[in-house]
Structure formats: structure tokens, C-alpha cells
């Protein structure tokens, strides 16, 4: 069946500029998680959707990002204002059920470069 | 600070031979335990997982290993591939939390 799909595959964009970002998780699963990784490193956790609950925002790193989650599918990450440290790949990850219960399956990711 | 760390960044080894990518862990909290795959390019892939109330799990060509004791968690990749070579990540998550966080990744480069 179809993973998890993200687009765009790759964004430029100017310094100041607000972008989004979009996950089309995998049909089914209740879970959508948003991650960040940055060259050569690990991937830093963003925000996590589960259901009907409330979005755990603890991963966002300032007011500049948003994200929401619309009919309990399809996600669009926001980041307004963009800075040059927010250039990064940004994964999308879904999974069946919430976290821990199963294995989250990750998009291909959007690179972000901010000029 | 709390965090999931691995013991080698870059691991060679060749064609044919057994790999092990090793991870350390800080928190007794953590429960649930994954290991992933990323190839360039790609987003990170799947490989095993494995919670706490086990100390081994067998895939395909793959075993998890856990150590609670010393807070140790092991990748085997049996008779490893050139197509094995990517970077690994080990993510824990703990209890009654909803993130997962990544190490930095081990690089397996297989030599032919």
C-alpha cells in the first residue's frame, strides 16, 4: 500500500518568507508525528497528533511553527518568518495506533532552505 | 542529560561479516525501544523493535538486543550487504510519554 507521502520534496525560500509543509500520513493510522533533522544529525521530535486528543507541542521550537491536523488525516506544518536555522529536512511519521503501542513509518521529508 | 547515544558514529566492516551497532540509553523510564534505517536521501526505515519487558528480537538477518541493566541497546546484522550500508538510528521513548528521541546515527559503510 502507499506510505507516507510529504510535499514538497525540496522548498527555497527567502529569509522572512512563511512556508508549509505537508504530510499525507498512511491511511489508517491514527498517530502523525513531525520531526526535524538537520545535517548530519538525529532527528528532533516536533509535535505529535493522536487522534481526536489535544496535539503534544512540547517539540516546537518557537511560535514560528504551527501545525495542524485536518479531519484526522492529512497534516501542514507552518513555519512564518523563516531564518536561515530553520533550513533542515522536515519527516513526517505516522503510526496504526499511539506512541510506544507501534513503530511510526517516516515520509521521504521536505528539504527546507531559507536564503 | 537524557538522551540516547551510540558509541561509534562510522562502522566498516566487509561484505559477508556480522555488524553490530551498538546504543546507549540514560533514562530507566524508557519502554519502548526502535531501531531505523536511513538511507541517503530517504526518510529513516523501519528495521525492529523492541520493549522492555524483553531482552531479544529476532528479524530477518537482524536481532535486537536489550540490556536494562547497563541501559544498553544492540543492533546484529547478520552476514551484512552492501546494500546494508546507511546510517542507523536507535530512538527510545519513555513511559507514558508521547516523543521518541533519536541518537545522532552510526554510518555502516560495508566494504566489498
Known amino acids: 500500500g502507499a506510505g507516507v507521502s510529504q510535499s514538497p520534496s525540496n522548498k527555497v525560500t527567502e529569509k522572512g518568507k512563511d512556508v508549509e509543509l505537508r504530510c499525507d500520513p498512511i491511511?489508517?493510522?491514527?498517530?502523525l508525528y513531525w520531526y526535524r533533522q538537520s545535517l548530519g544529525q538525529g532527528l528532533e521530535f516536533l509535535i505529535y497528533?493522536?487522534?481526536?486528543?489535544?496535539?503534544?507541542k512540547s517539540g516546537l521550537p518557537s511560535d514560528r511553527f504551527s501545525a495542524e491536523r485536518t479531519g484526522g488525516s492529512v497534516s501542514t506544518l507552518t513555519i512564518q518568518r523563516t531564518q536561515q536555522e530553520d533550513s533542515a529536512v522536515y519527516l513526517c511519521?505516522?503510526?496504526?495506533?499511539?506512541?510506544?503501542?507501534?513503530?511510526?513509518?517516516f515520509g521521504p521529508g521536505t528539504r527546507l532552505t531559507v536564503l | 542529560g537524557e538522551s540516547v547515544g551510540l558509541h561509534l558514529p562510522t562502522l566498516s566492516v566487509q561484505e559477508g561479516d556480522n555488524s553490530i551497532i551498538n546504543c546507549a540509553y540514560s533514562?530507566?523510564?524508557?519502554?519502548?525501544f526502535i531501531w531505523y534505517k536511513q538511507e541517503s536521501g530517504k526518510g529513516p526505515q523501519f528495521i525492529i523493535d523492541?520493549?522492555?519487558?524483553?531482552d531479544k528480537r529476532q528479524g530477518q538477518r537482524v536481532t535486537v538486543l536489550l540490556n536494562k541493566t547497563v541501559k544498553h541497546l544492540s543492533l546484529q546484522i547478520a552476514a551484512t550487504q552492501p546494500g546494508d550500508s546507511a546510517v542507523y538510528f536507535c530512538?527510545?521513548?519513555?513511559?507514558?510519554?508521547?516523543?521518541?528521541?533519536f541518537g545522532s546515527g552510526t554510518k555502516l559503510n560495508v566494504k566489498p
Open positions: 523492541i520493549r522492555s519487558n524483553m
Open positions: 497528533f493522536q487522534g481526536n486528543s489535544a496535539p503534544d
Open positions: 491511511s489508517g493510522h491514527t498517530a
Open positions: 533514562n530507566s523510564a524508557s519502554d519502548y
Open positions: 511519521a505516522s503510526s496504526y495506533t499511539g506512541a510506544g503501542e507501534s513503530a511510526q513509518y
Open positions: 530512538a527510545d521513548k519513555r513511559y507514558n510519554f508521547n516523543k521518541f528521541y
